[in-house]
């Protein structure tokens, strides 16, 4: 009887047969812990959170005297200030900003008298160029989520976040047994008839830039003991084994036999030209692939169906490199002298791929571990306004942009909760979260730049959360308002609270130091419109203008002790062991416009939100009440 092969299945078939099988019966990646400084390339087991602020203490950003800024309020070109020199302190950036200090002023801005006194002709502004505590990073902040290739730049970020060692998958160990009387190791010098061992080489290449590790093992002659023996040994070994070649209908082809005495053959025959003999089949819950001998059918059955497993065991995919055309969501200045590369995050809105500028400074190393892309802005240019159209060099495929989830709007910790549950229940789906303030997500929907924005604006006619606003901005509507989560608002203050704060009254004690949000974020608004109320005027407050843009570089502040007080929520005061003065229950909501409504981005989203797991994690960071996560307060 002439050699039928077992089956003769349709590729995509196939494949997610194979794949589920597999899945259904364990297949998957174990965990392992490495040092950061030899992470790079591996990808992540589940989220890392920053252990410290980086920077750690407040540090110069410039050559220059560090002051207290008090004592040159009212200097101008003809009322000078002067200083003496116990009164100002020389510093070189990266110097610790002494204690009771807290503006630098630029060396070049010093005029110095021959008495040791030096003049001022501009005040300075309290902390002014003075890079932050957790500008870069925040202690508690997620720097990666899960299953997440670690990227140099992501090394920078969890040395500076003060990670010293990180979770990761272990790579797979694929075992590679060549098969074959005829078949001889690789020489100058072959006989004839010999055929030249070369596919474990060729397969070794593609498993290395799959981040797999190859092991090639001794060639073994058509014997079916042999075989067995030999895959017995890399089975023990290995997580996958390739047998290659006899799959196909030659006379001593003994793998199919084989395999099945170990396991069980799922597929023999695959509908496709070259790679009809391969073999698809487990062994204690490993795959092992039957590989054609001829190299071009060998390297399409690798790519066809191991390809995917390693896929599906790091849940992830590579980045590919390409350019594309995007819609610039913001204004970017830049000087004329210099040919500038600034790092943007992308996601596709409205048949439109938006590219919103990252942090631009030479110390916010996480900005280039964030970014999707990179702009050039030639030398020449001053820059490009928003709504421009510019070519950014991917990072990332092209089709990863229309299978990101934008977000641009209010900060609020839940976001890279939902960024990584997103990712981790399809490794396709990723998120962007741009941190812009209510009004300024409320602007971005307007703008068609977001599927959803993060608001909580306080009206204060009625106590009503959002709802006015979004009738104000979107007379015609077009838009949903999703129910998120309410949350504790109020003043995080300092452990053991020794100021002694017990209200907003208290923010204007001439010892007391306050850190702000920006303007147009929701926070903002409502220590703005609690002032008004108690007719507190916030000049009096010491360090009102000193803007943050999140709630955790707020704590961060106050626990590193260059602040006593600052408005924000309570998760962000938890992190920080900060003391807690509520103010409010406030209504964090997502704005959704009807555009976005049907993708399955924002399907997949409304799905995170009512799950349990959702729920969980809120719980874990404390401060959220959640009653009806999910589903639309009012449809507009």
């Given at each position: ?224 003991e042999a075989i067995r023996e030999a895959l017995q040994n890399a089975l023990a070994e290995c997580d996958i084994v390739l047998l290659n070649a006899g799959s196909s209908a030659g006379r001593e082809d003994y793998s199919t036999e084989v ?113 999707d892309g990179i702009m050039e802005i030639p030398q020449g240019v001053e820059g490009y306004e928003a709504g421009s159209e510019i070519t950014v060099r991917l990072l990332k495929k092209r089709e990863e942009l229309s299978r990101t989830l ?231």
């Amino acid at each position: 009887m002439a050699f039928q092969y077992l089956t003769n299945v349709p590729l995509d078939e196939a494949r997610e047969a194979y794949k589920e099988a597999l899945l259904t019966e364990g297949f998957g990646a174990g965990t392992e812990t490495v040092p950061v400084t030899g992470s790079c390339g591996r990808i992540t087991s589940e989220p890392v959170y920053a252990a410290i602020c980086a920077p750690h203490y407040p540090a110069s950003a410039m050559d220059g005297i560090a002051l207290k800024a008090g004592l040159t309020f009212g200097a101008g070109e003809t009322t000078p200030a002067t200083l003496t020199s116990d009164q100002f302190i020389v510093v070189d950036t990266g110097d610790p900003v002494p204690e009771g200090c807290d503006a630098v002023v630029m060396i070049e801005d010093v005029i110095r008298q021959e008495d040791g006194t030096v003049r001022l002709y501009a005040p300075a502004a309290p902390w002014q160029h003075i890079r932050q505590i957790g500008e870069d990073i925040c202690a508690g902040e997620m720097i990666l989520p899960s299953y997440t290739e670690i990227s140099p730049a992501a090394i920078g970020s969890m040395i500076a976040g003060g990670v010293t060692e990180v979770s990761v998958l272990e790579k797979p160990v694929v075992g590679i047994i060549p098969t074959g009387d005829e078949i001889v190791p690789p020489t100058p010098d072959p006989a004839p008839g010999d055929i030249l061992e070369f596919n474990s080489s060729i397969f070794s290449g593609m498993l290395d830039g799959w981040k797999a590790v190859p092991r090639t093992y001794p060639i073994v002659k058509d014997n079916k003991e042999a075989i067995r023996e030999a895959l017995q040994n890399a089975l023990a070994e290995c997580d996958i084994v390739l047998l290659n070649a006899g799959s196909s209908a030659g006379r001593e082809d003994y793998s199919t036999e084989v395999i099945a005495s170990l396991g069980t053959v799922l597929f023999h025959g695959i509908a496709i030209k070259p790679g009809k003999p391969a073999i698809l089949a487990a062994c204690s819950r490993k795959p092992v692939i039957g590989v054609p001998g001829y190299p071009v059918s060998g390297i399409i059955v690798l790519e066809q169906f191991l390809k995917p497993l390693i896929d599906c065991w790091y849940h992830t995919a590579p980045a590919p490199q390409e350019t594309c055309t995007a819609v610039l969501s913001k204004n970017v200045v830049s000087g004329l002298k210099y040919r500038e590369y600034v790092r943007v995050r992308m996601g596709e809105v409205g048949g439109k791929i938006m590219a919103s500028p990252l942090g631009r400074g030479s110390g916010v190393v996480s900005s280039f571990m964030k970014a999707d892309g990179i702009m050039e802005i030639p030398q020449g240019v001053e820059g490009y306004e928003a709504g421009s159209e510019i070519t950014v060099r991917l990072l990332k495929k092209r089709e990863e942009l229309s299978r990101t989830l934008v977000a641009i709007g209010s900060h609020d910790p839940l976001l890279d909760e939902i960024s990584d549950l997103l990712h981790a229940s399809d490794p396709s789906l990723h998120m962007s979260s741009t941190h812009v303030g209510s009004m300024g997500g409320i602007m971005a929907v307007k703008r068609g730049e977001t599927h959803i924005a993060g608001v909580h604006l306080l009206n204060e006619s009625d106590g009503v959360y959002n709802t006015a606003y979004i009738k104000r901005y979107f007379p015609k509507g077009g838009v949903r308002l999703v129910e998120c989560v309410g949350r504790k608002q109020g003043l995080m203050l300092q452990a053991g609270n020794p100021k002694n704060i017990k209200g907003i009254g208290d923010l204007t004690q001439p010892d007391v130091r306050y850190v702000n949000r920006q303007k147009g974020s929701g926070t903002r608004i409502l220590i703005d419109y609690l002032c008004k109320k108690e007719g507190i005027e916030t000049g009096r407050i010491y360090g009102y203008d000193r803007e943050e843009f999140t709630h955790t570089s707020v704590a961060a502040q106050i626990a590193s002790g260059t602040a006593d007080a600052g408005m924000g929520i309570f998760s962000a005061a938890k992190l920080y062991d900060l003391d807690f003065l509520p103010v409010c229950m406030e209504q964090y909501d997502l704005l959704i416009p009807d555009e976005a409504w049907d993708t399955d981005l924002v399907k997949k989203l409304l799905e995170i939100l009512k799950s349990d797991v959702f729920r969980k994690r809120l719980e874990a960071l404390g401060g959220y009440e959640l009653n009806h996560p999910g589903e639309v307060r009012e449809h507009f």
